[in-house]
């Protein structure tokens, strides 16, 4: 029976759905029936012997109503509440095209704050809450000591520490890694034209299995590929194969030229794997190649290690197996001495989610600009509240005259909040169409070094979370002017209520509790945003060591082919002296130098000399960070050096020198002049000729550790590239620069020639894309709070035009009106203030930990933010002011 | 007119366009609505133009079907007709009602025999 039943609920519920579009065509039908319902009553009611006007006045009074009889039909057949809906729309656009000017603000406003969440949500949404784009993602963990000093050396594992991990761990599906130690444009694609630059990384073989990455074409590195000997094999990012090869359907089995060597391309891999945008933000990988770990048994650190948990494993079971494993493994099996190395002061492994280790670090950042974009919506939200009680008491009358004509109060509320639902999705597709554009626009921007940022998109959930806040928005702004509107006393609101009856000062009063929240809110962000602005100003005045400005740099190719070590030197040392000279020699060059790792990019560490005669606890010191550079590369950095510089004089045939930072200097020497000193390394000795300035090498935010200079003279570097200062525009150079190198090497690629500056640029990205957001939606909240009080001044302004043009009349002088306006907006300004501040005092705390060298309480900013805020709220408040004391009593008492 | 008339419970009037046209076959609104009147001996208070709704929500339910057609005298009427589903609608809910009835008829008459003690 229950099937039955809703079976014919069913149909009932699709036939009130076709009614409901057939309105016309079942009202005619209707109407005939009624018609003929009547005809019969009538002739029936004449058979009975009543006069005709008789018949049809009785069948009319038995029919009851044909309106009513109507009225039931329609609800009957039809959806009443989608035409009651469908007419407070109607009622809705009829108004909202009217007040024309209103409608485009609050559009507006809203607009600008929902699409300003929009965006966040979906860069929180991205980088934060969805899982990272790969199968089973909860599974990746980072496996890594924790952080020191020593750079990415210490961070990352040996080929042979890696193979022992793997066959220790019982908690892994697999272990794979990738090569920490590779920059960009590594590699020179050639036999396609002139030498392109290209990024290639190795990976550990079964990286991409460990991963769950399938490729789009072609297959995965097999076992055999990694093993030494092997037929060189590549697999191609997919923007690397649209772009360089066109999207080359038979690319696979080709052989490509890689720094002069053939290469088989054996497959393609999916648009939806990114290595940058995962592991290294804001770089683009090209193209991937089997790490031969037997290779690299002799290099030391250079793996990272990436484990996926089998299933029933939890991180908690595999930390602890990492803590017994860790301790017995060997940098080199080798080298017995070297066991256990992967502990000192205690420090081991540690295990992080992948997820973790990606986003983690940005956690706290979104989370405050999650909020802040909140707190922007909020005033949007109170902004409009405000508007549109200005407009109930405009409107009261009308809402009395339909309350008198029977409107019952839900009807009306109903009616409000359709017209409050209207703005804010009128609010939310013009927050969509900017959002999209913004996201657009940002995942394009490669220069901002944010995880996942590429990948940013409006998603499902980013739509759901937009259609939220649009509901909420509209509830929040539009139930308290609606429930206030309508609960107007009917009686009250028909009488002509002039101004300065107690509605318009209730009204009043509500409106000034609002635009107090308002200046408190943008209080608060204002304060925020000013002390995340400082501390970026703090961070961009860091002594970095060296003078970003005015220099750039390109990655150099040469023949590094000798029979011997000591050849190479000898060849590299006579290739350099003459890419240098030939380089010093462009124009506008003033100074060139060589370097294997730039500053805030790549590093790596080797070795731990000790000052020669002292003896410190085996694992006391850290490894300092290595550098290979060629004479001249001090200067060409801008580095300050005291001592001397390498000289070409310096090769193997003369004694090994070395620079030092100045931190390791205080630290082997406290209080004495390190040059002249001599370092221990092993068997040789290392003389200190110069101590240079620390640089920022790891972040620019961090403090810097123990860095160490050779002469690429005398110890092999890893890579060249050439750092030029000029007294021009950078760039300027760039063309000339390839040309002078082209001449020397015709292999040499056209690589990105960089401006230092932008390194720097790129590694304090995040955090200017933070305050940049910050401070865009501080902005915001002023200029809305602005409005605010402009708004309510403005009106009741306005609303006693009369009162003040009978006191100007009494003999107020102008000043005098002027100034009770202004102490009006200043009583609303300072309570907003007063309150803002305390927030913010609270909110300060709270945001410290993204704070750099300044206080949460930092006195300066918050004054300079108390201050602008005050001074805005008087120019807003000025405006009306200015008006009500130029208000002509003649004039305002003839108004009414 | 004098004398109040019955209000008619939720639901009830469509049992009764059922039953009327169950009992009658093929019948218009007018015909429906007067067949109700006469039987319940004017004792129900009756709108003729409410039968419309009711036929409309039987009719959207399937219990009922509708055609237009001409009347003996010539006139041009819509009319109803019970379909099988009506019919055994109809079975259940007379069914019902009955029942109920009963019920309330031995709940007031205990009250009465209460009353009297």
């Not at chain 1, 076992?223 to 359907?249: C, I, K, M, S």
């Not at chain 1, 200062?725 to 620069?737: E, M, W």
Request: charged share 20%.
């Amino acid at each position: 029976m229950t099937v039955k039943f809703q079976t014919s609920n069913f149909r009932r519920a699709l036939h009130r759905l076709r009614s409901f579009f057939r309105k016309a065509p079942l009202d005619r039908d209707l109407q005939a029936e009624m018609a003929s319902h009547l005809e019969f009553a009538i002739e029936e009611n004449l058979r009975r012997g009543l006069s005709p006007e008789e018949a049809r006045r009785q069948a009319l009074v038995r029919f009851g109503g044909v309106d009513q009889a109507r009225q039931q039909h329609r609800e009957t057949r039809g959806l009443p509440f989608l035409d009651i809906l469908l007419q407070d729309l109607r009622y809705t656009l009829r108004t909202l095209r009217r007040d024309r000017v209103f409608t485009i603000i609050a559009v507006l406003i809203l607009g600008l704050g929902i699409g300003a969440n929009v965006v966040v949500f979906s860069v929180v949404n991205t980088i934060l809450l969805r899982p990272l784009p790969f199968r089973d993602s909860h599974q990746l963990m980072w496996i890594a000591p924790p952080p020191q000093k020593c750079g990415m050396s210490c961070a990352t594992y040996s080929a042979d520490a890696y193979d022992e991990f793997r066959a220790q761990s019982r908690s892994y599906q697999d272990i794979t890694g990738y090569m920490a130690f590779s920059g960009a444009d590594n590699l020179r694609l050639t036999g396609r034209g002139e030498p392109e630059p290209a990024t290639g990384i190795e990976v550990i073989g079964n990286f991409f299995q460990v991963l769950g990455v399938q490729p789009v074409k072609g297959r995965l590195f097999t076992a055999d590929e990694a093993r030494q000997g092997a037929h060189p094999v590549t697999l191609l990012a997919n923007a690397y194969w649209r772009r360089e090869f066109a999207g080359d359907p038979a690319i696979v089995g080709k052989e490509i030229d890689l720094n002069g060597k053939p290469v088989t391309v054996v497959g393609v891999l999916p648009p939806s794997f990114d290595f940058g945008a995962v592991f290294s933000p804001a770089s683009r990988i090209d193209l991937f190649t089997p790490l031969i770990l037997d290779d690299e048994r002799t290099w030391g650190n250079i793996v990272t290690l990436i484990g996926r948990l089998k299933p029933d494993v939890s991180m908690g079971q595999a930390q602890a197996e990492a803590l017994m494993v860790g301790p017995h493994l060997c940098w080199s099996v080798k080298i017995a001495a070297s066991c256990g190395s992967y502990v000192s002061k205690g420090i081991t492994m540690q295990l992080r989610t992948l997820k973790d280790y990606v986003s983690g670090r940005l956690r706290s950042s979104l989370m405050v600009l999650w909020c802040a974009v909140g707190m922007i919506l909020l005033i949007a939200c109170v902004n409009l509240s405000n508007l549109l009680l200005a407009r109930a008491a405009s409107r009261s009358k009308e809402f009395g005259m339909r309350t008198a004509l029977g409107a019952s109060r839900g009807r009306l509320v109903r009616q409000l909040l359709t017209e409050s639902l209207v703005l804010s999705s009128s609010g939310a597709i013009l927050g969509l169409a900017l959002a999209y554009a913004v996201i657009a626009w940002l995942a394009h921007q490669g220069s901002i070094a944010l995880p996942l940022l590429n990948t940013v998109t409006v998603d499902g959930r980013a739509l759901c979370w937009t259609l939220l806040i649009a509901v909420s928005a509209a509830v929040l702004f539009g139930l308290a002017p609606g429930l206030k509107m309508s609960s107007g006393n009917l009686q009250e609101v028909l009488k002509d209520s002039g101004p300065g009856t107690s509605e318009g000062k209730k009204h009043e009063r509500m409106r000034g509790a609002l635009v107090i929240s308002e200046v408190a809110l943008a209080c608060v962000l204002l304060i925020g945003a000013g002390l995340l602005l400082r501390s970026f100003l703090k961070v961009l005045d860091i002594d970095l060591g060296f003078q970003p400005d005015r220099a750039a740099s390109i990655k150099v190719e040469y023949d590094d082919s000798a029979p011997t070590g000591d050849a190479s030197a000898v060849k590299r040392g006579v290739i350099f002296q003459q890419i240098l000279s030939r380089v010093s020699g462009v124009p506008g060059v003033d100074g060139a130098g060589l370097v294997d790792f730039l500053p805030l990019g790549q590093n790596r560490a080797w070795g731990t000399p000790t000052p020669k005669g002292k003896t410190y606890p085996p694992g006391s010191l850290p490894g300092p960070l290595v550098y290979v550079i060629s004479p001249g590369y001090v200067q060409a950095m801008g580095m300050r050096l005291h001592g001397r510089d390498f000289a070409w004089s310096d090769n193997l045939k003369s004694e090994h020198v070395v620079l030092i930072n100045s931190s390791a200097a205080r630290l082997f020497w406290p209080g004495e002049d390190a040059v002249g000193k001599v370092l221990a390394n092993g068997d040789s000795d290392l003389h200190v000729v110069g101590v240079v300035d620390d640089i920022h090498a790891d972040s620019v935010e961090g403090q810097p550790g123990w860095q160490i200079y050779y002469p690429m003279t005398q110890e092999g570097p890893a890579g060249a590239n050439l750092v030029v200062r000029t007294s021009l525009p950078p760039t300027t150079l760039a063309g000339s620069v390839l040309h002078a190198l082209r001449e020397l090497n015709p292999n040499q690629p056209a690589a990105e020639f960089r401006p230092i500056r932008t390194i720097v640029d790129h590694a304090v990205s995040p955090r200017k894309f933070f305050v940049l957001l910050v401070t865009i939606f501080a902005e915001f909240g002023l200029i809305l709070a602005t409005l605010g009080i402009y708004g309510v001044i403005s009106y009741s302004v306005t609303q006693q035009t009369q009162e003040i043009g009978i006191r100007m009349a009494l003999g107020a002088t102008q000043a005098r009106v002027l100034r009770a306006v202004m102490g009006k907006t200043m009583r609303l300004a300072v309570i907003g203030i007063f309150l803002g501040t305390v927030a913010s005092v609270v909110v300060a705390r709270w945001i410290a930990s993204l704070l750099f060298g300044t206080e949460p309480t930092d006195p300066a900013t918050f004054g300079a933010m108390i201050l602008i805020m005050a001074a805005v709220a008087l120019i807003a408040g000025y405006i009306p002011a200015r008006r009500a004391a130029r208000i002509n009593p003649m004039i305002a008492l003839r108004g009414n | 007119m004098g004398e109040s008339k019955l209000d008619l419970l939720q639901g009830t009037l469509d049992l009764m366009v059922l039953q009327t046209l169950a009992a009658m076959g093929s019948q218009h609104g007018y015909g429906i609505a007067r067949r109700i009147e006469q039987v319940s001996g004017d004792e129900v208070l009756l709108n003729q133009g409410t039968i419309y709704a009711s036929l409309v929500r039987l009719q959207q339910r399937g219990w009922i079907s509708a055609e237009w057609g001409t009347s003996d005298n010539n006139r041009k009427a819509k009319f109803y007709e019970i379909t099988k589903e009506g019919r055994k609608q109809l079975a259940e809910d007379a069914a019902h009602w009955q029942r109920l009835a009963g019920v309330m008829g031995r709940v007031l008459a205990m009250q009465e025999e209460g009353g009297k003690q």
